[in-house]
């Protein structure tokens, strides 16, 4: 059986490796600041852009032209600028405070907006969960390519964001333009999530950045093996619950996602057994 759904699976797969490589990096950043909700946030402002074009009659209401995506990518970079603004240590609201305001804001202008549209639930139900198995070899390139450049700009400035999420303190003090380098990085962090949401949908965008960093915490310290761990984490994981989702006929994007919780509780619990079977006795 799973040598017949394998072909079914081969672009899918391609992508989700495409989509955890960048987001199991972009992930320890967002884990390190204790912006958690960043990424749903800026998912979810993302999805606002999009929706409002699709109600635009010039753009002719299909979800996957050009006219659509930059909307969408221009909304997100507003949100991007406004919270490179924001700096928890600094403000008397919390950063967090502001994410969580925005993302509620913006998923209930989505459902106003979709109120005037048709096929409301099936678009609600796409922008949560996606549908990766539906993804196309041009549309993963393009991605691919996109999320390589992404990389490269991280790669080259990795000094001055990982001092920013990891001693934010360390990097004023140094005379750094935090506030400049924070809108780079959620400018940056603004584009590819407005990519993935296009192929996987918020939900299972926010686990490809969040659950491999948490799953990679439980067992490393440095940037490495985190990285290592939740890149290993995001493909398997991915894996299984396609594999789920064909073999079960289950909505492929809430499966992978549930597939990602569950073995996230199992890292979780290992964690906590391993210091007791290093204890015991040889």
């Known amino acids: 059986m799973v040598v017949e759904i394998l072909p079914l699976l081969v672009w899918p797969i391609i992508a989700s490796l495409v989509i955890a490589g960048i ?3 972009l992930g320890l950043h967002v884990v390190e600041r204790g912006v958690i909700f960043v990424d ?3 998912a979810q402002i993302a999805s606002l852009g999009a929706t409002l074009a699709l109600l635009v009659p010039a753009f002719g209401g299909d979800p996957h032209s050009p006219a659509v995506y930059w909307m969408s990518l221009g909304f997100t ?3 991007a600028a406004i919270f490179s603004l924001i700096k928890g240590h600094e403000a008397r609201i919390p950063q967090e405070a502001i994410i969580g305001i925005t993302y509620a804001v913006a998923s209930a202008a989505v459902i106003v907006a979709m109120s005037k549209s048709t096929g409301e639930s099936e678009h609600l139900r796409d922008m949560l969960v996606g549908n990766i198995l539906s993804v196309q070899p041009d549309e993963i390139i393009k991605t691919g390519l996109l999320y390589v450049v992404i990389g490269v700009f991280h790669y080259v400035f990795r000094k001055q964001f990982l001092l920013i999420s990891t001693a934010p303190q360390s990097a004023t003090a140094q005379g750094m333009a935090v506030r400049f380098w924070d809108f ?3 400018a940056s962090f603004g584009v590819v999530v407005t990519r993935s949401v296009a192929i996987a949908g918020v939900l299972l965008v926010f686990c490809y950045l969040i ?6 915490m439980l067992f490393a310290e440095s940037i490495g093996p985190r ?3 939740g890149w290993v984490m995001g493909v398997v994981v991915s894996m299984l619950g396609m594999y789920f989702s064909v073999e079960f006929d289950l909505p492929t994007g809430a499966t992978i996602v549930c597939t990602f919780g569950t073995v996230l509780a199992a890292m979780a619990v290992a964690r906590v057994l391993m210091p007791k079977r290093r204890a015991q006795p040889v």
Do not use: D, E, W
Not at 211 to 216: H, L, M, W
């Open 40 to 42: 749903l946030s800026l």
């Open 77 to 79: 970079l507003i949100g």
């Open 211 to 216: 659950v491999p960093s948490v799953g990679a």
């Open 184 to 186: 780079l990085f959620y």
């Open 23 to 25: 987001h199991a990096y």
């Open 227 to 229: 990285l290592a761990i």
